[in-house]
């Protein structure tokens, strides 16, 4: 855990807002999940843009509730901005590469994946799953046109 403080005082002095600062960060938010991921699972091999892509277009329905994925609020491509499946707000696209916004903050992050985690899969998202979704969102940098 030690080092793992070592990795937050160095993401928080990355808080400037700036693409390149949020991508940065976004980074370092990769490697501080790989390490609880292989702390949790000495076999685990490391965060993949296919399983982070599979895990946000993955549809769960939960109880009665409707069938939902990530994407049904982020939209498929996570650099176009999102829209609220219940209040129909806009929601600020998720990629760091376009939001400088994004990925700032671990504390939001960490908040973040816990509320929406329990809201669509009924349970806190592994760490594996959170260092694979960010390295998908990474690679996602170009808004398509809105239908
Ligand atoms: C019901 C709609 C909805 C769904 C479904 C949803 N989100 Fe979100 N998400 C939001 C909204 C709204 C925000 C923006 C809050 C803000 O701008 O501060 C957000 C922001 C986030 C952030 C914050 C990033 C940052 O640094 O600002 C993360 C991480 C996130 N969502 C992860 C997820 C994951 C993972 C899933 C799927 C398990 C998911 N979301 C599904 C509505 C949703």
Do not use: W
Not at 68 to 82: D, E, F, L
Not at 122 to 146: N, V
């Amino acid at each position: 855990m030690k080092q793992t403080s070592i990795l937050l005082a160095a993401l928080l002095s990355f808080a400037a807002f700036s693409a390149q600062a949020s991508v940065s960060n976004a980074e370092t938010m990769i490697m501080i999940y790989s390490k609880q991921a292989k702390q949790a699972n000495p076999d685990y091999t490391g965060p993949t843009v296919a399983d982070g892509k599979a895990f946000f277009n993955r549809k769960i329905k939960l109880g009665k509730g409707k069938e939902t994925a990530c994407a049904s609020c982020h939209t498929a491509n996570p650099a176009n901005s999102g829209k609220h499946i219940v209040t129909g707000k806009a929601i600020k696209p998720l990629s760091p590469a376009v939001n400088p916004k994004r990925f700032a903050d671990f504390e939001k992050v960490e908040a973040k994946f816990t509320q929406h985690c329990n809201d669509i899969i009924g349970s806190d998202c592994t760490a594996a799953e959170k260092a694979s979704y960010i390295t998908y969102l990474l690679t996602e940098q170009t808004p398509s046109i809105k239908k």
